[in-house]
């Protein structure tokens, strides 16, 4: 009971002004091979590859390196608007998001996380539209907050910088490379 007073606040607490925004990814206008690079403070250049559509899902593969080579340390898969709803990482371990991650959603969202291990977790994330992009806030079932942080987004709606602060201490992301074909 006293978790769903924490969440209730929480929500209640929320700008509607953002609501007016679209922080929705669009995953339809990217073609298979566009890539962008990232600087991570915390684990070097990453690099996100774009495959294309795989089923109704479309497929971002990522690679850390000097160059998106060999086989990817993880691949995602998100729906029509952007939203993660599979993690899949290259020693098979899985994430599936139900509905989705609610990453590209304003306001308050609810997903639930089911590993391949069978664990569940439910999970609050609030996002509000700023200047460029958005910032975040996740929230575990008890009410806790795991992480939060703001990510900038370029012209297609794609994430590109930002800063991820949560229990491994604070990450930044920087944009090195981006390449549209």
């Known amino acids: 009971m006293k978790t769903a007073i924490v969440l209730g606040v929480l929500i209640s607490l929320m700008s509607t002004s953002a609501s ?3 922080i929705r990814w669009k995953p339809e206008t990217l073609k298979p091979g566009d890539d962008t690079s990232l600087n991570q ?18 497929a971002l593969e990522s690679y850390r390196g000097s160059s998106p ?9 998100l729906d029509k608007d952007g939203n993660q709803v599979r993690w899949v990482r290259q020693d098979g371990f899985e994430l599936q998001f139900h509905p989705h ?4 959603t304003l306001g308050p969202c609810q997903c639930t996380q089911v590993g391949s291990d069978g664990k569940k977790e439910v999970r609050l994330r609030i996002t ?5 992009g958005f910032q975040f806030a996740e929230y575990g079932s008890d ?3 795991l992480f939060g942080g703001n990510l900038t987004l370029d012209a ?7 800063r991820l602060d949560g229990n491994q201490g604070k990450q930044r992301f920087q944009m090195v490379k981006q390449v549209y074909k």
């Not at 080579?69 to 898969?77: A, I, Q």
């Not at 509000?128 to 460029?132: I, K, N």
């Open 128 to 132: 509000e539209a700023v200047r460029g």
């Open 69 to 77: 080579s060999g086989k990817p340390v993880f691949t995602t898969y």
């Open 101 to 104: 991650d609610c990453t590209p």
């Open 156 to 162: 297609r709606d794609n994430a590109v910088n930002g």
């Open 20 to 22: 007016a925004e679209s």
């Open 143 to 145: 009410g806790r907050q």
């Open 41 to 58: 403070s915390q684990g070097g250049l990453i690099h996100h590859v774009f495959r294309g559509k795989v089923g109704r899902l479309y």
